[in-house]
Nanobody
Framework: QVQLIESGGGLVQAGGSLRLSCAAS????????MGWFRQAPGKEREFLAA????????RYADSVSGRFTISRDNAKNTVYLQMNSLKPEDTAVYYC????????????????WGQGTQVTVSS
């Protein structure tokens, strides 16, 4: 049974930082590209960042480029999202997702999803 479990969300003031983690189990982690998405109330799920199976490549949405950094540790079966300079508009539920072999920017590309972690940025 594949599980992706996010952690690290919480309440932070604008300008602050958070690091999200996503621990994977039940799959060969190094064979999966990983992505981060978010969904705010009343909005569609939004792509944020993705990373290749090896961690050697990544891509970002324009809205977070330069503020967020995705990384992974294949030895720990974990992907991270470092979020800096947070803004109130970053408030959302954040999800990690796994896609076999190649990364993508659309949610339908991904095979497995976590349950999400809430990030709230106060002004």
């Amino acid at each position: 049974q594949v599980q992706l479990i996010e952690s690290g969300g919480g309440l932070v003031q604008a300008g602050g930082s958070l690091r999200l983690s996503c621990a994977a189990s039940g799959l060969t982690f190094s064979s999966y590209a990983m992505g981060w998405f978010r969904q705010a109330p009343g909005k569609e799920r939004e792509f944020l960042a993705a990373i290749t199976t090896s961690g050697g490549g990544a891509r970002y949405a324009d809205s977070v480029s330069g503020r967020f950094t995705i990384s992974r540790d294949n030895a720990k079966n974990t992907v991270y999202l470092q979020m800096n300079s947070l803004k109130p508009e970053d408030t959302a539920v954040y999800y990690c997702a796994a896609a076999l072999r190649t990364m993508g920017t659309v949610s339908s590309w991904y095979d497995y999803w976590g349950q999400g972690t809430q990030v709230t940025v106060s002004s």
